[in-house]
T-cell receptor, first 113, second 112 residues
Framework: KAGVTQTPRYLIKTRGQQVTLSCSPISGHRSVSWYQQTPGQGLQFLFEYFSETQRNKGNFPGRFSGRQFSNSRSEMNVSTLELGDSALYLC????????????FGSGTRLTVV | DQQVKQNSPSLSVQEGRISILNCDYTNSMFDYFLWYKKYPAEGPTFLISISSIKDKNEDGRFTVFLNKSAKHLSLHIVPSQPGDSAVYFCAASEGGYNKLIFGAGTRLAVHP
């Protein structure tokens, strides 16, 4: 069974631009969560979508947004990029329960220059 | 405010010995704790978990211990193998919500 697919794997953007990252969950998984990983900060929770609705949200500014489609695929958007947004963005899907059922994708490495 | 802390950024252990990774938390409302393992260029993979009603959970070479009064958990790997070399993250959640709070990670190196 296919895992969680994140595209693109690598991305370089300029400050002030916006970016959209995509995540295709495991078939049948209805929950998609997004995390940001930076050196020394571990993984920080961005938000979770379940059945096209945002169910949980972390402490990130409004420049970070997301959505989920009817097929459970999710996109994350970051507007007005800042240098500090450079990070590995990880998507995880699950059936909808607690984090034990998370399956992570390999991530999108975003570099802002 | 880091609610989950892994104070050791790295740990080096000899093959065959025990690896002990530690994690502290501050939020007494956390009721579920997990350990994830991450190799370079891959997403984290789930290793083992424990709920707050238990103080120990074992799965093969991996055992997680929870000390609620000290707000401390640890992961023991016995015996350690070179393939265990990775970054280990502890994580916690509250109320069964699908929102995990992760520590900063500990890089484990198991050498022959």
């Amino acid at each position: 069974k296919a895992g969680v697919t994140q595209t693109p794997r690598y991305l370089i953007k300029t400050r002030g631009q916006q970016v959209t990252l995509s995540c295709s969950p495991i078939s049948g998984h209805r929950s998609v969560s997004w995390y940001q990983q930076t050196p020394g900060q571990g993984l920080q929770f961005l938000f979770e979508y379940f059945s096209e609705t945002q169910r949980n949200k972390g402490n990130f500014p409004g420049r970070f947004s997301g959505r989920q489609f009817s097929n459970s695929r999710s996109e994350m958007n970051v507007s007005t990029l800042e240098l500090g947004d450079s990070a590995l963005y990880l998507c995880a899907s699950s059936l909808g329960g607690t984090g034990q059922g998370y399956t992570f994708g390999s991530g999108t490495r975003l570099t802002v220059v | 405010d880091q609610q989950v802390k892994q104070n050791s950024p790295s740990l080096s252990v000899q093959e065959g010995r025990i690896s002990i990774l530690n994690c502290d938390y501050t939020n007494s409302m956390f009721d579920y704790f997990l350990w994830y393992k991450k190799y370079p260029a891959e997403g984290p993979t789930f290793l083992i978990s424990i709920s707050s009603i238990k103080d120990k959970n074992e799965d093969g070479r991996f055992t997680v211990f929870l000390n609620k009064s000290a707000k401390h958990l640890s992961l023991h790997i016995v015996p350690s193998q070179p393939g265990d070399s990775a970054v280990y993250f502890c994580a916690a959640s509250e109320g069964g919500y699908n929102k995990l709070i992760f520590g900063a990670g500990t890089r484990l190196a198991v050498h022959p």
